[in-house]
């Protein structure tokens, strides 16, 4: 055994694997702002991760080696921003309190806006039972054809009205299967214990490499699956202006049975609570308004990247 390893008392072992450990940990940030800086990476991308796992490399990232990793945020600016946030700039992403991270998150996806940023080109529109989800989705396909609009698959009979192609594509419980086993999905979910629904995979992977901004209007759980699946995605969660509101909605579409609105009102009361887990927040007051909002996000006000 050589003379220098004999000679370690555990203590400098540890030491030096401390010090090891420390070098790899600056290194894996390091790595993270890198990929910030060159665009490679979108920093939501970056803030999600680091608010799920404190002791990831995002998570260990101080705020202004964050911001500053940010093109065109320069360390003046900075600690300005940090100062308007309230947030101090010792502080490490994972360590920001629940408001910290919100005011952090909504400054970011600000900024992304309006520099022409990577993170809107997928934006998941989702929220509560009879929100109002289909009608600002039906206004934005009618007043920004711009848009693309995902159409999911669905195991669901076709409504008087309903267009095959344009509302859904509708398909028997073996079709759907085979959709989910061959990968053609991006996401799927049984919703209201009923029928299953999906998105279609290959429109939107080919939207997207055409530089076009696509919207999903699905639910919560199909929210969380894309952003497993693509976490470059904008989520935004539609709440109503109160909750009577949202009841009002739901019993006067009147498309459920009173027992199946009882049903739905129990599980909105649980999925409002996820509106934490999501980028931004439209209140639907008015459906034009909140369709504008929504839009707002997919057009970068000073052209894209
Ligand atoms: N996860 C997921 N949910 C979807 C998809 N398409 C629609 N949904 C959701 O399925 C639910 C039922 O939609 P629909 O059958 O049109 O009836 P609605 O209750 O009148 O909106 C809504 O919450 C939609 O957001 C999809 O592709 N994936
Ligand atoms: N901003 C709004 N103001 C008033 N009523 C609305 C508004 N948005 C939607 N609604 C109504 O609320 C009901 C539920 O809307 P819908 O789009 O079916 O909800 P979801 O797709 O979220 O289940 C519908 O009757 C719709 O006309």
């Known amino acids: 055994m050589p003379e220098s390893v004999k000679r370690s008392t555990p203590p400098e072992v540890d030491r030096v694997a401390a010090s090891r450990a420390a070098v790899a940990a600056r290194r894996a940030r390091a790595a993270v702002k890198a990929s910030v800086a060159a665009g490679e990476r979108s920093p939501l991308d970056v803030l999600r991760v680091a608010f799920e796992d404190a002791e990831s490399a995002e998570g260990r990232l101080r705020v202004t080696e964050f911001l500053t990793s940010i093109p065109a945020i320069g360390v003046t600016k900075s600690a300005r921003i940090l100062e308007d946030l309230e947030i101090s700039t010792a502080k490490r992403l994972g360590g920001l309190g629940r408001l910290q991270r919100r005011r952090l998150r909504e400054f970011v996806a600000a900024w992304i806006a309006a520099h022409g940023g990577t993170g809107d080109r997928l934006v998941v529109l989702a929220g509560p039972t009879a929100v109002g989800k289909g009608t600002v989705a039906s206004y934005i396909r009618r007043h920004h054809p711009e848009?693309?609009?995902?159409?999911?698959?669905?195991?669901?009979?076709?409504?008087?009205?309903?267009?095959?192609?344009?509302?859904?594509?509708?398909?028997?419980?073996?079709?759907?299967?085979?959709?989910?086993?061959?990968?053609?999905?991006?996401?799927?979910?049984?919703?209201?214990?009923?029928n299953r629904y999906g998105t279609p995979r290959g429109p939107v992977e080919a939207a997207i490499a055409a530089g076009d901004s696509v919207l999903l209007e699905i639910d919560i759980q199909g929210a969380r699956a894309v952003r497993r699946a693509m976490p470059e995605a904008t989520?935004?969660?539609?709440?109503?202006?109160?909750?009577?509101?949202?009841?009002?909605?739901?019993?006067?579409?009147?498309?459920?049975?009173?027992?199946?609105?009882?049903?739905?009102?129990?599980?909105?009361?649980v999925e409002l609570a996820a509106v934490d887990e999501f980028d931004h927040e439209v209140v639907n007051h008015d459906v034009p308004e909140a369709a504008q909002k929504v839009v707002d996000l997919m057009r970068p006000r000073s052209g894209r990247r």
């Open 235 to 269: 989520l935004v969660f539609l709440l109503p202006p109160t909750w009577d509101e949202l009841v009002r909605r739901l019993v006067g579409r009147g498309t459920e049975s009173p027992a199946e609105q009882q049903r739905r009102l129990e599980t909105a009361k």
């Open 147 to 194: 848009v693309r609009l995902s159409v999911s698959a669905t195991t669901r009979s076709p409504r008087p009205g309903e267009v095959e192609g344009e509302s859904y594509y509708f398909v028997d419980d073996a079709e759907f299967d085979r959709l989910i086993d061959s990968g053609e999905l991006l996401e799927w979910a049984t919703v209201h214990n009923a």
